[in-house]
């Protein structure tokens, strides 16, 4: 039996896809790594050769995340009898594990008992417009630095047991919390301004088209263009948050330098694209 899959679905969203398979793909391998293609998406297709590529139509209807969801249970059910671990999320959602443990999320998984769902920490990688002026071309850690802890984003999400999978992700039928110190979900949808605002723009195309309410279509508010609010004031709220963020690129160099397993560096490197070295202010981001 094989050690871990990971799925997720997407529509045309090529940054957070870019991502996610330089992430899952590289460690776990892209014949490993299942994708739901909504739309049938040629960008998609072409970026994730190489994967499990499911093709789905794309036409507008209501309710489309409690379908989306019943769609990646089953996928879930079903690898799982091929798979002992596997790892279900949203396009913009990474697990890594912290390099202290000196190795990286293969490792993890491979020694993980099974028969369990396990819940990472949730956090929201973050883009400081007032801080940040660069956006990200390639790698996100780096150029994007700060977090800030997202509870909601506790999803439990590597699964090896048989349970059904809520809406968005955010709990399952399973009665106890498996939540190792050492594994983090990192959510992305705020980590870029300019990212942000395309798949704004997007999202809020697709339910108009719909001509849906909220209650009907059964997903996020935010998908709504009169939800929305204003794009720019909710960035530069970031920076009230003030000295309780955390400067995550540097919290991760500094414990990257201290692993003594090059595995454990491979993780944080998907993210960074380079082995970064403790920065002189390293201090100043270990007080959250």
């Not at 994967?51 to 089953?74: A, Q, S, T």
């Not at 956006?135 to 999400?157: E, M, Q, T």
């Not at 399952?172 to 300019?194: I, N, R, S």
């Not at 309780?244 to 454990?264: D, F, G, P």
């Amino acid at each position: 039996m094989q050690t871990v899959a990971a799925v997720t679905m997407v529509r045309d969203d090529a940054f957070f896809l870019k991502a996610w398979l330089r992430h899952y793909g590289e460690m776990f391998g892209r014949e490993n790594c299942y994708i739901v293609n909504h739309g049938r998406g040629a960008e998609v297709a072409a970026l994730a050769e190489g994967c499990n590529i499911i093709g789905i139509p794309g036409d507008p209807h209501k309710n489309f995340d409690v379908k989306r969801w019943g769609l990646l249970n089953n996928i879930v059910g079903g690898l799982r009898r091929y798979y002992k671990h596997v790892i279900v999320g949203d396009v913009d959602e990474l697990v890594v594990v912290d390099p202290d443990l000196g190795g990286s999320l293969l490792d993890f998984v491979k020694d993980a008992p099974e028969g369990r769902v396990v819940t990472p920490l949730g956090l929201e990688v973050i883009h400081r417009i007032d801080l940040e002026p660069d956006a990200i071309d390639d790698v996100i850690l780096g150029p994007r630095r700060y977090v800030r802890p997202a509870p909601h984003y506790s999803k439990p999400c590597i699964v090896s047991a048989p349970v059904k999978i809520a809406r968005g992700g955010h709990f399952t039928q399973y009665d106890k919390v498996h939540a190792p110190d050492e594994l983090f979900l990192m959510h992305l949808k705020f980590c870029d301004f300019g990212a942000y605002v395309g798949v704004m723009d997007h999202r809020n195309d697709v339910t108009a088209s719909v001509q849906a309410s909220i209650k009907d279509a059964s997903i996020g508010r935010h998908w709504f263009a009169e939800a929305r609010g204003e794009d720019r004031a909710v960035f530069e709220a970031f920076a009230e948050l003030g000295c309780r963020m955390t400067l995550i690129c540097i919290l991760c160099a500094a414990k990257c330098a201290a692993a003594s397993n090059h595995a454990a560096r491979r993780d944080f490197s998907t993210l960074t694209g380079r082995n970064t070295t403790p920065s002189t202010n390293c201090q100043s981001a270990l007080t959250v």
